[in-house]
Nanobody, 116 residues
Framework: VQLQAFGGGLVQAGGSLRLSCVAS????????MGWYRQAPGNQREWVAS???????NHADSVQGRFTISRDNAKNTVYLQMNSLKPEDTAVYSC???????????WGQGTEVTVSS
């Protein structure tokens, strides 16, 4: 299984971006998925996650601004980011959570830069 994230870029504060993470394989719908970010000099932090059933959770720092969603027909998980702030600047990565004997999988990051 491979995860391919894209959609990052440079945006002004207050702007929006939508990140996408596409998974290979045919069992995408069975797995919970998550988005994480790592800013320069900081540890990686959890941003949002979505269960196989579609239940979502978001970090307090992005609650009300970011929305995670999934399209199982497209093997894709999204992160809609609105009202972006300079402190949202980071490399964003997607994660497929472990399930049973299947290990977790991380995708490569996509860089988001928010200018003030």
């Amino acid at each position: 299984v491979q995860l391919q994230a894209f959609g990052g870029g440079l945006v002004q504060a207050g702007g929006s971006l939508r990140l996408s993470c596409v998974a290979s394989g045919s069992t995408f719908s069975r797995y919970a998925m998550g988005w994480y970010r790592q800013a320069p000099g900081n540890q990686r932090e959890w941003v949002a996650s979505i269960t196989s059933g579609g239940a979502t959770n978001h970090a307090d720092s992005v609650q009300g601004r970011f929305t995670i969603s999934r399209d199982n027909a497209k093997n894709t998980v999204y992160l809609q980011m609105n009202s972006l702030k300079p402190e949202d600047t980071a490399v964003y990565s997607c994660r497929r959570f472990a399930l049973g004997r299947s290990r977790e999988v991380w995708g490569q990051g996509t860089e988001v830069t928010v200018s003030s």
